[in-house]
C-alpha cells in the first residue's frame, strides 16, 4: 500500500468535503493599462502577467512589466507569490482552460484571474484540480463573447471542487509533480530538437549564392483570396469541408490532405474556398508568431475557408511555401505588417508586400521534401519523441484524473 493509500484511508475513508473555489482563497482580477501610455510602461518593474505567458504549468517570467503608477492608479493589484492564475476570455478556451502556478509577484491582463489559496488549501494541488476538471468547468461557467469564450466570474466562483486534508493533497501533488518533472525533460528535448530543425530549415532556405533564385513579393507570384464567415453553429458532422483560422494553430501541420470539421450543405453558395494547392494562411491571432501561420491544402477537393483567412494561389509548390512561411527571414517581415490591436491581424495586401525565395521548382519540391522529414521527427505525435512525450501526457492526465476522483462526504 502506497503512502497516499494510507493517508486516503485513514483521513478519508468516508469521502471528502467538495468547496466553492470561490471560497477557497484571495481572488484577484486584473486590467491592462493602455499601451499608449508610457508611463504606465517605460522603465516598469513589476511583472504583468497574459494569456502568451501561459505556455505551461509554472510562470517563471514575463516580457512585459508595469510602472508603479499603473498599480496606484488601479483598478490593477499586485498578485502576491504563489496564487494559480487562470485565463478567463480568450479564443483558446474552446480547447482548454489555461491555468498555471505563479512564484513571482505579478499584476494580471484584464482576461485572467488569480486565487492566492487559503491555509489548508495547497496551491499545487489546487493547480492540479483546475487542469483535471477544466472541461467540466468550461462547461458549467463558460459562455461566448464574441469570437471569445469566456467564463463568467460568478459560476466559477460557485464551482465545487473536492479539498481533502493538506496531507493528503501535498502526497497528490509529489505524485504528480514527478510525473510532470518527467514530462518536462521530454519536453526540453523536444524544444532542443525544434531550434536544431528551425535553424537547419532557415539555413537551407537561405540559397545563398544562387543566382537562379528570385527574391520577390508574394502578391508578384500569387494571389490572397479571403474567406467568407461562418460561425459554430455553422459547423456539421457531415457537410462542407472545412478550415476554421483556429484550428490552423493547434490542429495543423505544415500540410493537410482532410480537414477536421465541417459546415452545413445549405451554406455552399455563401462560402469561399481554398482548392487543392492553396495554401491556407490565419489572418489573425492572440499574438503576433500566430498570425500568418500557414497550412498547405492537399486535400482532393476545394476547402471552405473561414473570413479571417487567406488562400494564397499561386504556381508555387505549397508544401515549400509554407515551409517558407515559417522561416525566421518571412516572420521577421511579417511583424512590421500585423497590426497589434487586441487581437492581431494582418492584411492580404501586408502578406503580399512580403519577399519569398522563389528557386526552380525541382529545388522547391527538394527543399519541401527535406523539411517534410525533419518536421516530422520534431512534429508528428505517431512516432519518435512526440510520441513518447504525448504518451507520457496521457499517462499524467490517467493518474492525475484517479487520484483526483474523490466520493464527496455526506453532510447528513
Known amino acids: 500500500m502506497s503512502r497516499l493509500d494510507e493517508l486516503i484511508r485513514e483521513l478519508c475513508r468516508d469521502g471528502v468535503p467538495f468547496r466553492p473555489l470561490g471560497e477557497l482563497g484571495t481572488w484577484y482580477g486584473g486590467g491592462t493599462p493602455p499601451k499608449s501610455n508610457t508611463e504606465f510602461w517605460r522603465e516598469g518593474t ?7 505567458d ?58 485572467m484571474r488569480a486565487v492566492v489559496p487559503h491555509d489548508g488549501v495547497d496551491v499545487r494541488y489546487l493547480s492540479h484540480v483546475l487542469h483535471a476538471r477544466a472541461a467540466n468547468i468550461l462547461e458549467v461557467a463558460g459562455r461566448m463573447a464574441g469570437s471569445m469564450a469566456a467564463i ?23 505524485v504528480l509533480d514527478l510525473f510532470q518533472s518527467l514530462e518536462a ?53 457531415k457537410g462542407i469541408p472545412s ?40 489572418a489573425v491571432g492572440e499574438t503576433v508568431e500566430d498570425v500568418a501561420k500557414p497550412v498547405a491544402w492537399l486535400g482532393s477537393g ?29 516572420q521577421a517581415q511579417k511583424s512590421q505588417f500585423v497590426a497589434r490591436a487586441k487581437v492581431k491581424r494582418i492584411s492580404g495586401d501586408g502578406l503580399g508586400r512580403i519577399v519569398i525565395p522563389v528557386p526552380p521548382m525541382d529545388d522547391q519540391l527538394r527543399v519541401a521534401g527535406i523539411l517534410d522529414k525533419v518536421d516530422a521527427l520534431v512534429n508528428d505525435l505517431s512516432i519518435g519523441l512526440p510520441a513518447e512525450l504525448a504518451a507520457r501526457r496521457q499517462q499524467y492526465e490517467h493518474y492525475r484524473d484517479g487520484l483526483l476522483n474523490f466520493d464527496e462526504l455526506s453532510t447528513t
Open 46 to 52: 513589476i511583472p504583468w502577467l497574459s494569456p502568451k
Open 152 to 174: 463568467e466570474s460568478g459560476r466559477l466562483a460557485a464551482y465545487r471542487v473536492p479539498v481533502p486534508p493538506v496531507e493528503v493533497q501535498r502526497e497528490i501533488v509529489r
Open 302 to 330: 476545394p476547402v471552405a475557408i473561414h473570413d479571417d483567412s487567406y488562400a494564397f494561389r499561386s504556381g508555387l509548390d505549397p508544401t515549400y511555401v509554407s515551409h517558407v512561411m515559417r522561416s525566421r527571414t518571412f
Open 54 to 111: 501561459m505556455t505551461g504549468e509554472i510562470v517563471t517570467s514575463t516580457e512585459d512589466r508595469i510602472a508603479e503608477a499603473a498599480v496606484k492608479k488601479g483598478p490593477i493589484r499586485i498578485v502576491p507569490p504563489g496564487a494559480v492564475a487562470i485565463v478567463v476570455r480568450s479564443n483558446i478556451l474552446r480547447r482548454r482552460l489555461p491555468t498555471a502556478f505563479v512564484p513571482i509577484s505579478v499584476t494580471l491582463n484584464q482576461d
Open 185 to 237: 525533460e521530454l519536453e526540453a528535448e523536444l524544444e532542443a530538437r525544434t531550434l536544431q530543425y528551425a535553424h537547419y530549415r532557415d539555413s537551407l532556405l537561405a540559397f545563398s549564392q544562387r543566382t537562379d533564385v528570385r527574391y520577390v513579393p508574394m502578391a508578384e507570384v500569387g494571389e490572397f483570396i479571403r474567406g467568407r464567415r461562418f460561425t459554430r453553429a455553422d459547423f456539421a458532422a
Open 243 to 282: 478550415i476554421h483560422y483556429g484550428e490552423i494553430y493547434t490542429h495543423y501541420g505544415v500540410s493537410a490532405v482532410s480537414t477536421r470539421s465541417f459546415v452545413r450543405d445549405a451554406l455552399r453558395g455563401q462560402l469561399r474556398f481554398a482548392e487543392p494547392r492553396d495554401v491556407v494562411i490565419a
